[in-house]
């Protein structure tokens, strides 16, 4: 009688895909991967070069300190009132409340798109806590389903979005890897047809093409040239998991208190009232923690880990805290961004600050944990946050720290509020 076939060698169910059904989709993936990074290169080039302006010969030129509490404010407020008027009368109102949306943004209509573009860039430059990364995402899923439905029709109105999004993050960490990690996460709660590896195919595609094109035209690196993690021992896996926990609990304060902040923005109704009074609000954390706390946060991580040494624990702490609450008030008033590029602001302070109280916690340990807890809780985004902390350090022993870390740090979050709410105002779970 003949054996039954161990499961490992039993054949799968889901037949690959022949080579001739895959390759029609490498063309328009990798225009989408090209299209989507020039597109966030652009809107972030400008948006720094009015930056630049803005902060630097501006406030010179009328005699006032370029991170002045004075310029500060005056800064914000404007930022405020900037963006509240390109949401009140640009067509499209910059789309919908920024606190609705995630990285997997729907597609809007073409009118909606300058004003979020416009939005986007004025918030960037202007200072407010966010990044680019969900309104990048935004408008290049809208811009590909809309131009992929008329110049291709017979393709699958479904696939545009995935190949926007997929590119988009490719190009915002330089990496195809961080697009396919997302997609197949997003792929394990549906129906496939086929194997994953075919499913990925093009998503593949269009990330890499964008992280090249990024590549190959801003050279963006995420290493922070902290020193390597040597051979692991226990104080570094203790280590690891206290700081992505507490990382984890302090990120799910922002998270609990999130609806209950953009209830009290919503009751001044309007957006001329709602961002102004955000931006005097971020103006405040700002004068408290200082121009390190502004912006979305990724150069000011570089300036943290550059030399760990210059600020006290009590500093880090201080910066952690107020970046979180401005992330909080940024996202809740009505600005257009992401929450990832502060986030790992919040979490790099906070594990320099573990660094600083236990010099025996390695800096680029307590970073990479930080970072990695603090994602957890933001995003939700289980493989964006490992991704993203790993990337930071560049030290392949943490890799296996930062997954056991990541364990209590997903215990702590999972099954609660995420950091995203519905039109009615109640959090996503």
Same mark, same amino acid.
């Given at each position: 009688?003949?054996?039954?076939?161990?499961?490992?060698?039993?054949?799968?169910?889901?037949?690959?895909?022949?080579?001739?059904?895959?390759?029609?989709?490498?063309?328009?993936?990798?225009?989408?991967?090209?299209?989507?990074?020039?597109?966030?290169?652009?809107?972030?080039?400008?948006?720094?070069?009015?930056?630049?302006?803005?902060? #630097?010969?501006?406030?010179?030129?009328?005699?006032?300190?370029?991170?002045?509490?004075?310029?500060?404010?005056?800064?914000?407020?404007?930022?405020?009132?900037?963006?509240?008027?390109?949401?009140?009368?640009?067509?499209?109102?910059?789309?919908?409340?920024?606190?609705?949306?995630?990285?997997?943004?729907?597609?809007?209509?073409?009118?909606?798109?300058?004003?979020?573009?416009?939005?986007?860039?004025?918030?960037?430059?202007?200072?407010?806590?966010?990044?680019?990364?969900?309104?990048?995402?935004?408008?290049?899923?809208?811009?590909?389903?809309?131009?992929?439905?008329?110049?291709?029709?017979?393709?699958?109105?479904?696939?545009?979005?995935?190949?926007?999004?997929?590119?988009?993050?490719?190009?915002?960490?330089?990496?195809?890897?961080?697009?396919?990690?997302?997609?197949?996460?997003?792929?394990?709660?549906?129906?496939?047809?086929?194997?994953?590896?075919?499913?990925?195919?093009?998503?593949?595609?269009?990330?890499?093409?964008?992280?090249?094109?990024?590549?190959?035209?801003? $050279?963006?690196?995420?290493?922070?040239?902290?020193?390597?993690?040597? $051979?692991?021992?226990?104080?570094?896996?203790?280590?690891?998991?206290?700081?992505?926990?507490?990382?984890?609990?302090?990120?799910?304060?922002?998270?609990?208190?999130?609806?209950?902040? $953009?209830?009290?923005?919503?009751?001044?109704? $309007?957006?001329?009232?709602?961002?102004?009074?955000?931006?005097?609000?971020?103006?405040?954390?700002?004068?408290?923690?200082?121009?390190?706390?502004?912006?979305?946060?990724?150069?000011?991580?570089?300036?943290?880990?550059?030399?760990?040494?210059?600020?006290?624990? #009590?500093?880090?702490?201080?910066?952690?805290?107020?970046?979180?609450?401005?992330?909080?008030?940024?996202?809740?008033?009505?600005?257009?961004?992401?929450?990832?590029?502060?986030?790992?602001?919040?979490?790099?302070?906070? #594990?320099?600050?573990?660094?600083?109280?236990?010099?025996?916690?390695?800096?680029?340990?307590?970073?990479?944990?930080?970072?990695?807890?603090?994602?957890?809780?933001?995003?939700?985004?289980?493989?964006?946050?490992?991704?993203?902390?790993?990337?930071?350090?560049?030290?392949?022993?943490?890799?296996?720290?930062?997954?056991?870390?990541?364990?209590?740090?997903?215990?702590?979050?999972?099954?609660?509020?995420?950091?995203?709410?519905?039109?009615?105002?109640?959090?996503?779970?």
């Amino acid at each position: 009688m003949a054996q039954e076939p161990h499961a490992s060698q039993a054949p799968s169910t889901a037949p690959t895909a022949p080579a001739r059904s895959l390759l029609p989709f490498i063309l328009p993936a990798a225009v989408v991967g090209v299209g989507a990074s020039l597109a966030f290169i652009g809107v972030s080039a400008v948006a720094e070069q009015l930056q630049r302006v803005l902060w #630097g010969p501006l406030p010179g030129a009328l005699g006032v300190g370029p991170y002045s509490v004075l310029w500060i404010f005056v800064m914000l407020v404007a930022t405020g009132i900037a963006v509240g008027l390109v949401v009140w009368k640009v067509p499209g109102h910059a789309g919908p409340d920024p606190a609705t949306v995630g990285l997997n943004a729907p597609a809007m209509a073409p009118v909606v798109l300058p004003g979020l573009v416009l939005a986007t860039g004025l918030m960037l430059a202007g200072g407010p806590s966010l990044g680019p990364e969900n309104p990048i995402i935004a408008v290049n899923v809208s811009l590909a389903a809309w131009l992929g439905a008329r110049l291709m029709p017979r393709t699958p109105g479904s696939l545009w979005p995935v190949l926007a999004e997929s590119a988009t993050i490719g190009a915002l960490f330089g990496t195809p890897v961080a697009a396919a990690l997302v997609i197949s996460e997003a792929l394990a709660g549906r129906p496939m047809r086929g194997r994953l590896w075919d499913n990925l195919f093009a998503p593949l595609t269009a990330g890499a093409c964008g992280a090249i094109t990024t590549t190959l035209v801003s $050279h963006p690196t995420f290493d922070l040239g902290l020193p390597p993690l040597g $051979h692991p021992d226990a104080k570094d896996v203790l280590a690891a998991l206290v700081t992505a926990s507490a990382a984890a609990l302090l990120g799910m304060c922002a998270v609990y208190a999130f609806p209950y902040v $953009h209830a009290a923005f919503r009751r001044l109704r $309007h957006p001329m009232l709602m961002l102004p009074a955000g931006g005097v609000v971020l103006a405040a954390l700002g004068a408290l923690g200082g121009r390190l706390t502004l912006f979305k946060g990724l150069s000011e991580v570089g300036e943290l880990a550059h030399d760990p040494a210059a600020w006290s624990a #009590g500093q880090f702490a201080v910066m952690a805290v107020v970046k979180l609450a401005a992330l909080l008030v940024a996202a809740s008033c009505g600005f257009r961004g992401g929450r990832i590029f502060p986030a790992v602001f919040v979490g790099a302070a906070l #594990g320099l600050c573990a660094h600083a109280l236990v010099p025996a916690v390695h800096p680029a340990l307590g970073v990479a944990t930080g970072v990695l807890g603090m994602l957890l809780a933001v995003t939700r985004q289980g493989w964006v946050s490992l991704f993203t902390a790993a990337a930071l350090v560049a030290s392949p022993a943490i890799l296996a720290l930062l997954c056991i870390a990541s364990l209590p740090a997903w215990l702590l979050v999972t099954g609660r509020p995420q950091m995203q709410l519905r039109e009615d105002g109640t959090p996503l779970r």
